[in-house]
């Protein structure tokens, strides 16, 4: 599994505008509501919402990956989102975020949605990933980047 099987060049959010968790949530959603993937926005940022409040998906190094599973869904759902200004998400290191993998998966399928979390993770790791990603707002650069660090694991 691959995160280029569920992400694509349109899924990519060169330049966010929202200044806190809720509005990043709200815009990420919104993207996938516009490109047809959704139907009810308001009902996938509640569920997003009800997730951060168990714990934010602030993972630290600038990096967050609000998730949650959404019934109806036939496959996962991704949105990378990068916020050059940083958004407070309550990370676990205190620090602003910078870029958010957005991640809805069908409510029957904690196994994948648990996998497609942990690729992630792996990815992001990387810091010179990282980096490149803050460093661009190309999205075909954007892209370019998380579909090479995919490919190495």
């Known amino acids: 599994m ?4 569920y992400l694509t060049e349109n899924d990519i959010i060169s330049r ?3 200044s806190s ?5 709200e815009e990420m959603v919104a ?10 926005p308001e009902k996938l940022v509640n569920i997003l919402l009800d997730r951060e409040m168990l714990g934010s998906t602030g993972i630290g190094h600038g990096v967050a990956i609000p998730h949650g599973r959404l019934s109806g869904l036939n496959e996962i759902l991704l949105v990378f989102g990068r916020s050059p200004k940083g958004v407070d998400f309550d990370a676990n290191d205190g620090e602003p975020v910078n870029l958010f993998f957005l991640l ?5 399928s904690a ?3 648990l ?9 992001i790791k990387n810091p ?10 190309d999205r075909g650069a954007l892209y370019h980047t998380i579909e090479e660090e995919d490919q190495r694991h």
């Open 2 to 5: 691959k995160i280029v099987d």
């Open 16 to 18: 966010l505008h929202a």
């Open 21 to 25: 968790r809720e509005g990043v949530i």
């Open 31 to 40: 993207h996938l509501k516009e490109s047809g993937k959704i139907d009810d």
């Open 104 to 108: 809805v998966a069908p409510e029957d």
């Open 111 to 113: 196994g994948l949605h």
């Open 115 to 123: 996998k497609t979390l942990a690729r992630i993770s792996r990815i």
């Open 128 to 137: 010179e990933c990282r980096q490149a990603l803050l460093g661009s707002d």
